[in-house]
């Protein structure tokens, strides 16, 4: 616990000084495109995974849908993939919450802001990155969304803060991002969004 105070005291004198925690920031990189991320490499082993996707295992339903919506294995059917995202998604399979907002986001047939907004957040507060970045990005464009950027600073510094943990490569181009973001806020929502941040350390140190 004393161990945890002090980084939290070290990052809010960071944050009072208008700096970020340099240990926080690696080198930086290009970030995919979140949606590319969880594509498959290759053919996935289709009737493995219907098989146990008919049983109810949630990585499964996940893994049938990404077969149909990329055509690996079987024909493409966006119906069907929508289908078994549903199905995952009920399990609460986080990957799955994320590709279904971006199949209501993306998907000429099936366009939904408001679902896709709905689990952008879900996924996102289950701390999964690309939903997190995600989320930001419609922040700051005001798409699907009313523009705010304190929320979208919010949205990328917990992008940044979970992906220390799992995609250290994420964390450097999360950072420009954030500082492209600052030289668009006006003082105002700058203090805001440190109050933000600020209220977010001391929940996760507890």
Same mark, same amino acid.
Not at 132 to 152: C, I, K, P, T
């Given at each position: 616990m004393r161990q945890s105070g002090i980084i939290l005291l070290g990052l809010c004198l960071?944050?009072?000084? &208008?700096?970020?925690?340099?240990?926080?920031?690696?080198?930086?990189v290009t970030l995919k495109n979140p949606a590319a991320m969880n594509m498959?490499?290759?053919?996935?082993?289709?009737?493995?995974?219907?098989?146990?996707?008919r049983q109810g295992n949630a990585e499964n339903q996940y893994q049938v849908a990404l077969c149909y919506y990329? &055509?690996?294995g079987v024909d493409t059917n966006p119906e069907k993939a929508l289908y078994w995202l549903k199905q995952a998604v009920s399990q609460k399979h986080t990957k799955?919450?994320?590709?279904?907002?971006?199949?209501?986001?993306?998907?000429?047939?099936?366009?939904?802001?408001?679902?896709?907004?709905?689990?952008?957040?879900?996924a996102a507060a289950a701390d999964?990155?690309?939903?997190?970045?995600?989320?930001?990005?419609?922040?700051?464009? &005001?798409?699907?969304?009313?523009?705010?950027?304190?929320?979208?600073y919010k949205w990328f510094?917990?992008? &940044?803060?979970?992906?220390?943990?799992g995609e250290p490569q994420l964390r450097g181009n999360v950072r420009r991002q954030r500082q492209m973001l600052t030289q668009k806020m006006n003082?105002?929502?700058?203090?805001?969004?440190?109050e933000v941040i600020s209220d977010l350390l001391q929940e996760t140190s507890k």
């Open positions: 960071s944050f009072a000084a &208008g700096a970020e925690a340099e240990w926080l920031v690696p080198q930086p498959p490499q290759q053919d996935c082993d289709f009737k493995h995974h219907l098989t146990l996707a990329y &055509g690996l799955a919450m994320y590709q279904l907002a971006e199949f209501h986001n993306r998907h000429d047939k099936f366009n939904d802001s408001a679902m896709a907004i709905k689990w952008y957040r879900q999964y990155v690309p939903a997190q970045l995600r989320l930001a990005e419609m922040y700051v464009d &005001g798409r699907g969304v009313s523009q705010d950027y304190v929320e979208a510094y917990l992008a &940044g803060m979970f992906g220390a943990n003082p105002q929502q700058i203090t805001q969004a440190r």
